[in-house]
């Protein structure tokens, strides 16, 4: 058993040390525990600023969750300040889709869910693909021009007009 246990599979593009929680980590945090590889979840892509995993409940046959590696607030308590993040965040999505052969990006979706719909409240991005493929149930959660789910574009947009406003 102990040789089983021992065979996990190889954590991929994982840069950081694991010397314990470092700053920015909320232990309450479930994406926070998975970060800091606390819940043996498969890490697809990690540095010192962005992760990515598979969400558990899949909405299309590649489903992922991009992740700020320090803990961020969900996408309404941002400012312009954190475009750059959320760039990256997009850019990072767009990289794990081509490593795993999805090369048509007018057939993904981008997004958050807007505050009060999402269940866990540090900052994460699914990237969904193909879009095309998305059951009835999903298009109906990652609905676009919902009340419910912003595209990264639209998050994008509104964090540069609170620039705007200062």
């Not at 992740?67 to 312009?80: D, Y």
Request: proline share 5%; aromatic share 8%; glycine share 6%.
């Amino acid at each position: 058993m102990a040789e089983i246990e021992a065979a996990q599979p190889a954590q991929v593009d994982v840069s950081k040390s694991s010397n314990g929680p470092a700053e920015g980590y909320e232990k309450k945090c479930l994406f926070c525990k998975i970060v800091n590889k606390e819940m043996g979840t498969e890490l697809l892509h990690c540095d010192e600023e962005i992760s990515c995993f598979r969400d558990i409940k899949p909405g299309a046959p590649h489903h992922y969750l991009i992740v700020p590696t320090k803990h961020v607030g969900n996408c309404k308590s941002l400012s312009n300040e954190n475009v750059p993040l959320v760039k990256r965040m997009v850019e990072t999505g767009k990289e794990i889709l081509q490593k795993n052969n999805i090369t048509d990006l007018n057939d993904v979706r981008f997004g958050f869910h807007w505050p009060p719909f999402c269940s866990v409240t540090h900052l994460h991005l699914h990237v969904l693909a193909p879009a095309s493929q998305m059951g009835f149930m999903s298009r109906l959660f990652y609905r676009l021009n919902s009340y419910w789910f912003i595209t990264a574009d639209q998050l994008i947009e509104l964090l540069n007009s609170k620039g705007d406003t200062n």
